[in-house]
């Protein structure tokens, strides 16, 4: 199915002046700016006229090598030089909540060309409509971090991110909670029923996780946990004893300080 072909976009089938964008910047959590005032400024400074005499835009971020995740559709009001660049002015249009984060299309063969002419790039292809509260595809113990608020949501809809679920309740292991403000770390470890899973599943639910110099922080910053980012350091084992987790958790504290300089007690 092409992109046109949902009803939700039917009033922008035969319309020639829609942009679509494909968003990628490995410095900026895009998804963590989305709904923010910081994505629609990223969004509206472009160093060139990218909108171009466009009058709509769809917004995608770049989701793997050559796809893109839907972020929202934008009326383009304004726009003026400003320095080297152009500034825009642009109205956010409602009625498609519903499928931001969930509708990925291919983006096709030019990439690179991450502004393109809805009618001249031969419209887009859907690759899938991912169910709601759908956080990521699981990319390998060692290859995501994850901010609390999708922890939560993972938590919460375990259905829709069931992939996660398997993934992670099937290992015991080692993880990192950083505090992306002050850089500060805590390192603990998860075994037993539901190794890791179970373990941040309690972070979901009581963002200390019961913790002491995590509820000391929190206690004096009440909202610094949505600044906290989840990881895993070691993956081991589910049958492991909790004597050997430990020891790896313990070996992990030493490498990285996290008595001396984090937000471990002990």
Do not use: C
Request: hydrophobic content about 40%.
């Amino acid at each position: 199915m092409k992109l046109l072909e949902l009803e939700l976009f039917a009033r922008f089938r035969d319309r020639r002046d829609v942009k679509v964008l494909r968003h990628k910047d490995t410095n900026l959590d895009l998804w963590a700016m989305r709904g923010t005032r910081e994505f629609v400024k990223y969004q509206n400074g472009q160093s060139w006229d990218v909108f171009g005499s466009a009058r709509f835009i769809f917004s995608f971020i770049a989701e793997r090598q050559k796809f893109g995740k839907f972020v929202g559709v934008w009326e383009v009001l304004s726009k003026k030089p400003r320095g080297k660049g152009f500034r825009y002015v642009t109205r956010e249009l409602p009625g498609f909540k519903d499928m931001e984060g969930r509708l990925v299309v291919h983006w096709g063969k030019g990439t690179r060309s991450w502004a393109q002419w809805l009618h001249r790039a031969g419209n887009k292809d859907i690759s899938e409509i991912l169910p709601p509260d759908y956080v990521a595809d699981f990319p390998g113990y060692y290859d995501f971090v994850l901010r609390h608020d999708q922890l939560v949501r993972m938590v919460n809809n375990q259905e829709s991110n069931r992939e996660w679920y398997r993934m992670l309740s099937s290992v015991s292991g080692v993880y990192v909670i950083l505090d992306t403000v002050s850089g500060r770390q805590y390192i603990g470890s998860a075994y037993g029923a539901r190794g890791i899973w179970a373990r941040w599943s309690r972070y979901a639910k009581s963002p200390s996780g019961g913790n002491i110099l995590l509820k000391e922080l929190l206690a004096k910053h009440p909202d610094r946990y949505k600044k906290f980012q989840f990881a895993l350091l070691r993956v081991l084992e589910p049958g492991i004893t909790k004597e050997a987790v430990v020891d790896h958790e313990t070996m992990a504290k030493r490498k990285l300080g996290s008595r001396a300089f984090g937000l471990n007690a002990n």
